[in-house]
């Protein structure tokens, strides 16, 4: 596998990896920021939706607390039967009428249980007491259990049997100096325009819902969950807030929730929230306590509806564009300034392995790889220098080898294997040209007991001479060459008879006078033989040998030429 298709699949794994652990962390930060933002609008809706509420209902209840702490109220409260009294009475609940929001009051005496009331069509002008409150009637129960509780103020929605009535009663007990309950005051709200007012806002998402003290439904968007008369209930068998949930953990929570209000003692500006499941969705439920009025508010955002993750889409557009802009950035500037020179310059090593100096354009970006090209290319050139040295010191050692190979270590002459091939290349001259060459064989006379008697060294020394004084009595062009031992060749080219005999004889003649300066006299005895074309070396050298052999037979230090007839001429000292 290539670097270029290892880099790219390391690339798209990390992207895909980055791509998977983005998508991740953009689902736990959408929903994070839907969570933080739901609790914010949570806070901030229950604090609205009951300061609606509080709005619409702290004027009322001021005025409920003036009507019942009315002197003329109180008076005739005291004397119910005084009809002066009670003439007074009408009059000041009448101007009360006039400013109740819902233009309706009604007042209930504790002394003789008489209820009166009158709604915004003055429908009972003159006629306002209704009828009269009986403990034994379910239906008049509040009444009874409100003064027997001594609350001062209460809040209830409840259906008026004798009026046919169903609305948000507002009762305040009406007292004397000492304190002693005289009855009841207070105003209604009709229930359908205060639910479409304060609750039933008609925006999708919201859902506000007011609770007793003791969790019991008092407006809801559902009439069928709000619990009327929750004052003459026992408990259990109230419609409370935890029947809008089925999770028991999540009614649990609800309630939880409440009780961590009450023992707050109801601080201004609490607000609990938490996540709660309605009708199979998830909702951020809000709760806050209402101390003027001693009731509960909750708020329920359906979070999907409000901000559904769809909105947060655009930016995992964004995300995915930025993530495939880069991915190409990456795979340009991977190629530009990694892979290209690294290919490169993989192409150019191939070539120095094999030899080839030739290289191609190595791009050089400002990086590693930048500077491993020129570490390459300083190296590349050494190659090329060390390369070109050894070449010629290679050949010129194997010229040296060549050349040692061929020519005798101690005289300097051409040795054995030389003369061999000397005699080969004149053998295939003649042949070519068919002329004749000329082949001296020689060696020195009683050379064995020269060594016996002075040394080897001396023996050695006498062969160098010899070499030298054979050199010097042949032309510039004759190759002369130890044979071995203490026999020496030469080839004479070109050559005739005349030639041939000439120079052995001088050859003879000069070792002869130059070793007499030496004070070590030296013969030789020297037999020749003129090779014509076509001889092989095996004759050629049989011939030779035996003009040297006739030589020393006659005496030694004479020469023997062997003619063309095979007879052998001896000349001599």
């Not at 061929?406 to 005289?411: G, N, Y």
């Not at 001396?458 to 044979?483: F, M, Q, S, T």
């Not at 033989?529 to 050298?541: N, Q, R, V, W, Y």
């Amino acid at each position: 596998m290539s670097l270029k298709t290892r880099i790219l699949g390391l690339a798209a794994t990390l992207i895909i990896v980055a791509a998977s652990a983005s998508w991740l962390a953009y689902r736990e930060l959408s929903e994070d920021i839907i969570e933080r933002w739901g609790q914010q609008v949570a806070e901030i809706q229950v604090r609205y939706d009951s300061a609606r509420l509080l709005q619409s209902l702290e004027r009322e209840i001021g005025l409920a607390r003036q009507m019942a702490s009315s002197s003329t109220l109180i008076q005739w409260a005291q004397n119910p039967n005084d009809p002066t009294l009670k003439a007074g009475a009408i009059r000041q609940m009448e101007s009360f009428r006039s400013n109740f929001r819902d233009n309706s009051y009604f007042v209930a005496l504790r002394k003789t249980g008489q209820y009166y009331y009158n709604n915004a069509d003055n429908e009972y002008a003159g006629n306002q007491y209704r009828y009269t409150l009986d403990a034994s009637k379910p239906e008049d129960a509040w009444f009874f259990q409100l003064i027997e509780e001594g609350r001062d103020f209460h809040l209830n929605v409840n259906p008026d049997v004798e009026l046919g009535v169903t609305k948000l009663w507002i009762d305040v007990l009406m007292r004397d100096d000492e304190g002693d309950i005289l009855g009841m005051v207070g105003t209604g709200l009709n229930l359908d325009d205060f639910l479409q007012d304060i609750v039933d806002i008609g925006q999708d998402g919201i859902t506000t819902l007011f609770v007793d003290y003791n969790g019991a439904i008092q407006l809801y968007r559902d009439r069928n969950y709000i619990d009327f008369a929750s004052i003459i209930k026992p408990e259990g068998q109230k419609n409370t807030v935890d029947l809008l949930f089925e999770d028991p953990q999540d009614k649990q929570q609800i309630l939880g929730m409440l009780q961590m209000l009450k023992q707050g003692g109801g601080e201004p500006g609490a607000v609990e929230s938490g996540f709660v499941t309605v009708d199979g969705r998830r909702h951020l439920a809000g709760v806050a306590f209402l101390p003027t009025i001693g009731w509960f508010e909750i708020t329920l955002l359906d979070l999907n509806t409000l901000i559904p993750t769809s909105y947060l889409w655009p930016l995992v557009a964004v995300f995915l564009a930025s993530l495939l802009i880069s991915l190409l950035l990456f795979h340009l500037i991977i190629q530009s300034r990694i892979l290209r020179p690294v290919v490169a310059l993989e192409d150019a090593v191939k070539r120095l392995r094999e030899g080839n100096f030739n290289l191609p354009y190595l791009p050089k970006p400002d990086n590693e790889i930048g500077r491993l090209v020129d570490h390459f290319e300083t190296m590349a050139n050494r190659v090329q220098l060390n390369t070109r040295d050894l070449e010629h010191k290679v050949a010129h050692r194997t010229e040296e080898l060549h050349r040692l190979a061929r020519v005798d270590a101690l005289t300097g002459l051409k040795n054995r294997r030389g003369l061999d091939e000397l005699l080969d290349a004149e053998m295939e001259r003649a042949r070519r040209d068919n002329q004749a060459f000329g082949l001296i064989w020689l060696d020195i006379d009683h050379f064995k007991a020269i060594n016996d008697k002075s040394g080897h060294q001396a023996g050695d020394e006498i062969l160098c001479r010899v070499a030298l004084w054979l050199k010097a009595n042949v032309r510039p062009y004759d190759h002369p060459g130890r044979w071995g031992g203490d026999e020496f060749v030469v080839l004479l080219s070109p050559c005739d008879t005349a030639t041939l005999e000439q120079i052995a004889n001088r050859i003879r003649d000069g070792v002869e006078a130059e070793s007499r300066k030496t004070g070590l006299p030296v013969t030789v005895s020297v037999g020749g033989h003129l090779c014509k074309p076509g001889e092989d070396s095996d004759t050629i050298l049989r011939l030779a040998d035996r003009a040297l052999y006739e030589a020393k037979a006659k005496g030694r230090n004479r020469v023997c030429i062997t003619h063309p007839d095979e007879t052998v001429v001896s000349s001599g000292a």
